[in-house]
C-alpha cells in the first residue's frame, strides 16, 4: 500500500535528524582511549532519546507543513458536500495565513471554478434560447393542428395552405432540434474530419432550402468550388443555419461561395444589425434590437462553434450585395504542416 504525503515526510524528516546526531556520537565514542563502564547503556539509552525526538520533530514539522493542505483537502470536501449549485459555490475564507504556493493553488482552484460557472452558463442560456425559440413553431403546428380538427368546410386550398403551414412549422422546429444535437456533439466528441469536395455540398444545401427560398422570393446560386478537411455534418449544420439566415433577410438574391478552406454565405438584405461577437451569442443575440427570437443568434452560434471546433473562425467579409458576407473558415492541419516545417528548415 503506499503510504501518505504526511508519513514520507515525517519519516524524511526525523531520517534528516537522527542519523547525522548518531553518527557524530558514534564519532565522538572512537575518540576515546577507553570505554568507561555502563557506557553502552548510556548510548543505547541516548540514541533511543535521539529516535523519539527526532521522530517528534519529523511529525511536528510536517504537521506545521501540510496544515495549509490538510485545510485545503476540508475545503474541497466542503465544496464537494455543499447543497449550493455551481454559481454559489466560492471557496471560504482561509482561517490560517498560507504559503505562497498553497495560495497560488486556491488561486488557480478559484479560476477553474469562474471557468466552469461560465460554461455552465452558456451551457443553459443555449439550451434555455432553444427550448423558447423550439416551443414557438411547436405551439403553431398545434394549433393549426386542432383548427384543422374542427374545420370540415374550409375547402381544399385553405386546407393545403395549413398542412403547409404545419410542414414549415415542424421543419424549423427539426432545424432547431438539429443545433441542439450539433451543441451537444460540440462539448462531447471531436469533429472527425474528412476530405470533401465543398461544391456538391453546397448543391446539396441549396436543394434542400429550394423549397423556403421559392416561399420568399429568393434565389439561391452558387459560385467556386474547393476542398476542406472537415466533419461533414457539424460543416453541413454549420452552412445550413447561414442559408437559413440569409434566406429570411435577403431581399432577392443568396449566394452560396466556396474555395479551398471555406465557405461563405452571402445576402442582399440589410446586412447584420448588431456586432457578429454580439449576434454568435445566443443568450445575448435576444436582447439585441431588431433581432427577433429564433432568427440568428443560435444560428450564428452554432456556425462560431462549429469553426472554431476546427481551429478555424467565423467572419463577416466585405460582399459585393450590399448586404451580409459571412465566411467559414477551415484550416487544413495537413497542408499547413509543410509549410511550418519548411519554415523551420530555413531558419536552421
Known amino acids: 500500500m503506499t503510504a501518505s504525503l504526511k508519513v514520507w515526510l515525517t519519516l524524511t524528516i526525523s531520517l534528516l535528524a537522527f542519523i547525522p546526531n ?3 556520537v558514534l564519532g565522538l565514542l572512537h575518540t576515546l582511549p577507553e570505554r568507561p563502564p555502563l557506557l553502552d547503556l548510556r548510548l543505547i539509552l541516548w540514541i533511543l532519546l535521539l529516535a523519539v525526538i527526532s521522530a517528534l520533530s519529523g511529525l511536528y514539522l510536517t504537521r506545521r507543513l501540510l496544515a495549509s493542505l490538510e485545510e485545503l483537502t476540508r475545503t474541497f470536501r466542503y465544496l ?4 449550493r449549485n455551481l454559481p454559489e459555490l466560492h471557496l471560504p475564507p482561509a482561517q490560517h495565513p498560507l504559503p505562497q504556493e498553497v495560495r497560488e493553488l486556491r488561486a488557480q482552484f478559484e479560476a477553474l471554478l469562474d471557468h466552469f460557472r461560465r460554461e455552465a452558463q452558456a ?8 427550448a423558447h425559440d423550439l416551443k414557438t413553431p411547436l405551439l403553431a403546428a398545434a394549433r393549426a393542428v386542432a383548427y384543422l380538427e ?15 403551414q404545419i410542414q414549415h412549422e415542424l421543419t424549423r422546429a427539426h432545424r432547431l432540434v438539429e443545433n441542439l444535437l450539433t451543441a451537444s456533439r460540440l462539448e462531447t466528441t471531436r469533429p ?5 469536395n465543398l461544391r456538391p455540398l453546397l448543391e446539396d444545401l441549396r436543394l434542400r432550402h429550394l423549397e423556403d427560398a421559392e416561399a420568399h422570393g429568393v434565389q439561391v446560386t452558387i459560385e467556386g468550388s474547393g476542398t476542406a478537411r472537415a466533419d461533414r455534418l457539424l460543416l453541413e449544420r454549420a452552412v445550413a443555419n447561414l442559408v437559413d ?6 431581399r432577392n438574391t443568396v449566394v452560396l461561395r466556396a474555395s479551398d478552406g471555406w465557405i461563405e454565405v452571402e445576402d442582399d438584405g440589410p446586412g447584420l444589425p448588431a456586432p457578429l461577437e454580439a449576434l454568435s451569442q445566443p443568450f445575448r443575440s435576444q436582447h439585441l434590437r431588431g433581432v427577433p427570437a429564433g432568427s440568428a443568434g443560435l444560428g450564428l452560434y452554432i456556425a462560431r462553434q462549429v469553426a472554431e471546433a476546427h481551429q478555424g473562425r467565423l467572419t463577416l467579409r ?19 504542416a509543410p509549410a511550418s516545417t519548411a519554415t523551420t528548415k530555413r531558419v536552421k
Open 123 to 130: 451551457r443553459e442560456m443555449v439550451f434555455a434560447t432553444l
Open 80 to 83: 464537494k458536500i455543499s447543497p
Open 150 to 164: 374542427e374545420a370540415d368546410d374550409i375547402g381544399k386550398e385553405r386546407r393545403k395552405e395549413l398542412l403547409r
Open 192 to 196: 472527425l474530419r474528412e476530405p470533401l
Open 318 to 336: 466585405p460582399g459585393t450585395l450590399a448586404g451580409a458576407c459571412l465566411r467559414i473558415e477551415i484550416p487544413d492541419p495537413w497542408r499547413a
Open 245 to 250: 439566415n440569409a434566406i429570411r433577410h435577403a
Open 22 to 24: 548518531v553518527l557524530v
